[in-house]
């Protein structure tokens, strides 16, 4: 409703963010179970995440990105979110870029992303349409005559069917991976969004806490250049 009430140009340059120098750290609020109202500066100064929050957090923020920059609009990035940078309130959420000490699975997500929108004109020109919705999941596509790409959001705790079986290919960090009702169950390279290959009763489907982008290959996509 919201992307059908304004003109098209305006939903295509919006400026779509998860993180700005005014909130917490993306990072931070994706992992921590606790929120910074209920800690004191000095807390908030020294406060980081334990190993298993800031892995929750990577996740769920790789997720994120991928609804991000592939929803109509343009995806913009505070600095340092593409490095991990922790942080509660201002100023704790604008300390200096940690250079050297990147985080290599958010680069590696950042980076895949990126080429994504620059390969795909669908993501420059193409019209945007949720397809369903519900709680824990969500599919939408970009698409134009000859390039269509679906975004399938997964975080409930079984299988996301998908209606339309394709044929797809799921586009990863590591490349194309062909994606029909003729898979069988296997592990490919783990990604930071999830990476494993699932049939559901003869039907495609995404695994539980997945975010998945799945190429419509009977159309040739066009660089959106």
Not at 16 to 31: S, V, W
Not at 76 to 88: I, P, R, T
Request: with cysteine; hydrophobic share 35%; net charge negative.
């Amino acid at each position: 409703e919201l992307y059908s009430s304004y003109p098209r140009p305006m939903c295509d340059c919006l400026m779509n963010f998860l993180g700005t120098h005014d909130t917490p750290r993306i990072l931070t609020l994706l992992g921590t179970p606790e929120p910074d109202a209920v800690r004191t500066n000095e807390e908030c100064a020294h406060a980081s995440l334990s190993p298993g929050e800031r892995e929750l957090a990577l996740r769920r923020l790789c997720q994120a990105l991928t609804l991000l920059y592939t929803a109509y609009g343009v995806p913009s990035v505070f600095y340092g979110d593409e490095a991990g940078l922790e942080g509660y309130h201002d100023p704790f959420c604008r300390r200096p870029y940690p250079w050297g000490r990147e985080e290599p699975a958010l680069i590696r997500t950042f980076s895949f992303l990126g080429a994504l929108r620059k390969e795909h004109a669908c993501y420059a020109r193409g019209d945007f349409r949720i397809l369903s919705h519900d709680a824990h999941t969500l599919i939408f596509e970009r698409s134009t005559p000859d390039c269509r790409i679906l975004t399938a959001a997964n975080l409930g705790s079984s299988p996301l069917r998908l209606a339309d079986r394709g044929p797809w290919e799921r586009l990863t960090p590591d490349g194309p991976v062909p994606f029909s009702t003729a898979d069988t169950a296997a592990q490919s390279p783990s990604v930071p969004t999830g990476s494993e290959t699932a049939v559901c009763q003869g039907e495609p489907a995404v695994p539980p806490d997945c975010v998945w982008l799945l190429r419509d290959i009977s159309r040739r996509g066009t660089s959106a250049t």
